[in-house]
């Protein structure tokens, strides 16, 4: 494992860590559709690492109810704020931009709207119905936020039945405060619990390595997600948006993620993408089956 140096600043990023240029003809048509139609994916606002892999297996994520986040989360690049109102022509906007895609799975995602009644997640249910009219052969996950835990919120998730739910832990127990500041670590095994109650067929979770956990809590986390039986984990590394945010503590190597893929099937999770470069979307295509 290669750590910070002592004045607190990561050390040069490893080689594991560098990405490819995306190319290919599906990426390169993607792109074009998202340039001439000025459509909002995550994929290309986040700058994700993996968007030519994903956009060749025609996989895109889409972020609804606006780009400023209630929440002040240490480790997401995303506006802290006031949001702006709500945009009740979205859904029917996300749907015909994966209609122009072409897109076989969409992963949905929403910054935290604790400033709305309902969290956002009205537009949450009328997105994922728009998309089904719109695009009836496309599959679809949904990666929710807590809803601070409110069950009728969750319960129009439940309602709307995308293939796959995801809401991420982000990180261990310890941490939780520091990386997620207004989140409660088992507030969040709680969501993840209620969706496999009430008949969610695929629920998955996330976290990010990095931040200065252990191993050994690494590992609690992994068990306390798989015991509200969730079915899919994606573990990858920790990456600073910025010198505000939250420093990179160490750089996980190669072997230790995949010592974790290896623990996350012996647990039982049904799918384990555990690397340097692995996302919340990452294979999502691949979580459905």
């Known amino acids: 494992m290669e750590t910070a140096t002592e004045n607190n600043l990561p050390i040069g990023k490893p080689k594991w860590l560098k990405v490819k240029l995306p190319i290919g003809q599906k990426y390169t048509e993607l792109r074009g559709l998202v340039d001439k139609y000025k459509l909002n994916t995550i994929c290309t606002s986040g700058s994700c690492p993996n968007m030519g892999e994903c956009w060749g297996e025609g996989t895109a994520t889409f972020m609804i109810l606006g780009n400023i986040c209630t929440r002040s989360c240490g480790f997401c690049g995303v506006k802290t704020g006031r949001p702006e109102n709500v945009d009740w022509d979205e859904p029917e906007k996300v749907a015909r931009s994966i209609k122009i ?26 997105t994922v119905q728009a998309i089904r009219r719109m695009n009836p052969n496309t599959t679809l996950e949904t990666l929710i936020p807590d809803f601070q835990g409110n069950t009728r919120n969750i319960d129009r998730i439940i309602e709307a039945n995308p293939e796959v739910v995801s809401h991420n832990m982000e990180t261990v127990r310890r941490l939780t405060r520091e990386v997620r500041i207004q989140a409660k670590y088992d507030k969040s095994l709680e969501v993840l619990r209620y969706l496999k109650e009430k008949g969610i067929k695929r629920t998955k979770s996330g976290i990010m390595l990095g931040l200065g956990e252990t191993e050994a809590e690494v ?13 899919i984990i994606t573990i990858g590394q920790y990456l600073q948006p910025s010198k505000k945010h939250l420093p990179v503590k160490e750089f996980i190597t190669p072997e230790q993620f995949e010592k974790y893929e290896k623990l996350g099937k012996e647990m039982g999770f049904r799918h384990v993408e555990s690397g340097a470069l692995v996302r919340s979307s990452y294979h999502a295509e691949k979580h459905i089956l």
Not at 107 to 126: A, P
Not at 219 to 231: A, F, L, Y
């Open 101 to 126: 895609m072409n897109i076989k799975h969409a992963v949905i995602t929403s910054v935290d709207r604790d400033d709305l009644k309902d969290m956002g997640s009205i537009i949450w249910l009328e």
């Open 219 to 231: 590992i609690e986390t992994m068990q306390d997600i798989r015991n509200q039986n969730v079915d």
